[in-house]
C-alpha cells in the first residue's frame, strides 16, 4: 500500500516501500489535460530533459555524471492517459547499502537540477542543444511515414475520435514542430511548471524520512490535483477510408466504441473477451487468421477502456483485405455467440494470471498502479481480488462484452507495388 507524504513545501509524494529490488525507482510526472497545442512542445521539452541542464551542459557531461553514480539510468518520455497528457522523468538507482554511497541523493539532486535548472541563454533555451534536439525529433516524425502501423492507428484515430486532441499522435505532430524556437518552448516550460500538477513516486527499500529529506529543497507551484481521466464518446455511424501507399504490404485497422470503463463490473470479462479474442496466442484471431489461414504477418486486439476503444490491427496482403475483414468479423460474432470452450477460458484466465503476476515484479508497473490507484481509488483491487476477479468471469458475461462493443471505423493503408519492382 503507498503512502502519500506531504512535505512542507507542498510537494506530494508517494512511497511504495518495496524490499524485493535492489534499485530504487524514482518517476517524476506532469499532467495536463491533453491540449493538442502543447502536444510537440511537451515532447521537445521531454527530449531536452534527457541530454542536458545548466549543470550538466553538453551530453558528455550528462551521461558522465550519470554513470558516475553506479550506472544511474534517467529517461524522459511523453504518453496519454485518458484526457491527460503525461510528461514523465524515471531514474533507476542501486540502493546505497549496497555501494556505500549516498546514490539516492545524488540521483535526486541530479533530477533536480533538469526539472528546476534546464541550459538556458537569456531567456530562451541553449541554441545549440536545442536545435539537434529539434532536428532529431523531425528525422523521428519523417521516419514515421514508413511506418504502415503507424499510418493506419493515424488514421484509424483521425476517422474515429470526435475530438482532435484524440486523433493526434500524443508527440504533436512535426508541422506543430517546426513552429517551435528556442524562446516559444521556454516560455512553454515557464506555463508547464505553474500550470501542470507534478507527481512523484518513489518505489523501493526506503522510509518516509529518508523520502521526505531527499526532496526537502524541491519547489513547486503548479495545481495540486487532476483527476478527471476518462473519455467516453457516443456511438455514431460506421465510417470507412483508405489511402494508397508503395509498399508490399497493407495494413487494416478496426475500431469498436468500448462502453466499459477501468474498474467497471464488467471489466475482467473484457480482459478474458480480449484475450479470447485477439490478444493472446491461443486467440481466435492469432490461431485462426494467422496461423490456420495464413492470412496475416500479424493480427491482435487491444483495447483502452480510458477513451472507450477496441481496436484490431493487422498486416496482411494487398489481395487478402477482403477475407481478412471479413473472417475478423466472423470470429467477432462467434464470441458473441459464445464459439469458444472452457478450455479456452481456461487457457486464457491462465496466461492472464501468469502476466498479472509478472507484472508485480515489474517497478514501472508497480508505480503505474500507485498512480491509477491515486486517481480512481474507489476502483483499486487488492492482486487477491484481481485474480479471484479474474477466476469469477463466466462464459455468458464474455459474450456480454461483445454484445456491448459496436464496430465504428475501419482504416485501411492499401500497399501499391512500387512500378519500379
Not at 283 to 290: E, Q, Y
Request: proline share 2%; net charge negative; glycine share 4%.
Amino acid at each position: 500500500m503507498p503512502t502519500i507524504l506531504t512535505s512542507a513545501n507542498g510537494l506530494k509524494i508517494q512511497l511504495i516501500h518495496e524490499t524485493k529490488f535492489k534499485t530504487v525507482r524514482i518517476v517524476v510526472r506532469f499532467r495536463e489535460l491533453i491540449n493538442q497545442e502543447h502536444l510537440a512542445e511537451r515532447a521537445l521539452l521531454s527530449n531536452l530533459f534527457e541530454v542536458s541542464s545548466s549543470k550538466y551542459a553538453t551530453s558528455s557531461d550528462f551521461e558522465t555524471a550519470l554513470a558516475m553514480n553506479y550506472g544511474t539510468r534517467m529517461s524522459s518520455s511523453v504518453s496519454n492517459k485518458g484526457v491527460q497528457h503525461f510528461l514523465t522523468l524515471a531514474m533507476n538507482v542501486v540502493e546505497p547499502r549496497f555501494v556505500g554511497e549516498d546514490t539516492l541523493k545524488t540521483a535526486v539532486d541530479f533530477l533536480q537540477t533538469v526539472i528546476f535548472e534546464p541550459k538556458v541563454s537569456g531567456n530562451q533555451f541553449d541554441t545549440s542543444i536545442f536545435e539537434i534536439e529539434k532536428n532529431n525529433l523531425l528525422h523521428y516524425f519523417e521516419s514515421l511515414l514508413d511506418d504502415n502501423s503507424y499510418l493506419a492507428a493515424k488514421g484509424l484515430s483521425e476517422l474515429y475520435f470526435d475530438k482532435k486532441e484524440f486523433s493526434l499522435s500524443n508527440m504533436g505532430s512535426a508541422e506543430q514542430l517546426k513552429q517551435i524556437d528556442a524562446k516559444h518552448l521556454f516560455e512553454y516550460y515557464k506555463e508547464m511548471m505553474t500550470s501542470n500538477v507534478m507527481d512523484i513516486f518513489v518505489l523501493g527499500n526506503i522510509t518516509e524520512a529518508e523520502v521526505a529529506e531527499l526532496f526537502s529543497s524541491w519547489q513547486f507551484k503548479g495545481k495540486s490535483e487532476l483527476t478527471e481521466i476518462f473519455y467516453q464518446q457516443p456511438v455514431k455511424l460506421f465510417e470507412s477510408r483508405s489511402i494508397e501507399k508503395e509498399a508490399f504490404q497493407s495494413q487494416l485497422s478496426l475500431a469498436w466504441n468500448l462502453p466499459i470503463q477501468f474498474g467497471d463490473k464488467d471489466y475482467m470479462a473484457l480482459q478474458l473477451f480480449n484475450a479470447l479474442y485477439g490478444s493472446q496466442p491461443n486467440s481466435k484471431l492469432f490461431s485462426i487468421v494467422r496461423e490456420r489461414e495464413s492470412l496475416a504477418y500479424e493480427i491482435s486486439s487491444y483495447f483502452d477502456s480510458f477513451i472507450g476503444q477496441f481496436r484490431v490491427s493487422a498486416g496482411i496482403d494487398p489481395a487478402d483485405y477482403v477475407r481478412v475483414k471479413e473472417l475478423t468479423l466472423q470470429l467477432f460474432e462467434a464470441m458473441k455467440n459464445g464459439d469458444f470452450s472452457d478450455e479456452d477460458m481456461a487457457q486464457c484466465k491462465a496466461l492472464l494470471r501468469n502476466a498479472f503476476l509478472a507484472s508485480q515484479d515489474s517497478v514501472a508497473n508497480l508505480v503505474e498502479e500507485a498512480f491509477i490507484d491515486q486517481i480512481l481509488p474507489e476502483r483499486k483491487l487488492t492482486s487477491k481480488e484481481w485474480l479471484s476477479q479474474l477466476e469469477e468471469v463466466t462464459k455468458g458475461e464474455v459474450q456480454d462484452v461483445a454484445e456491448r462493443l459496436t464496430l465504428q471505423a475501419e482504416f485501411q493503408v492499401k500497399g501499391v507495388v512500387p512500378n519500379d519492382y
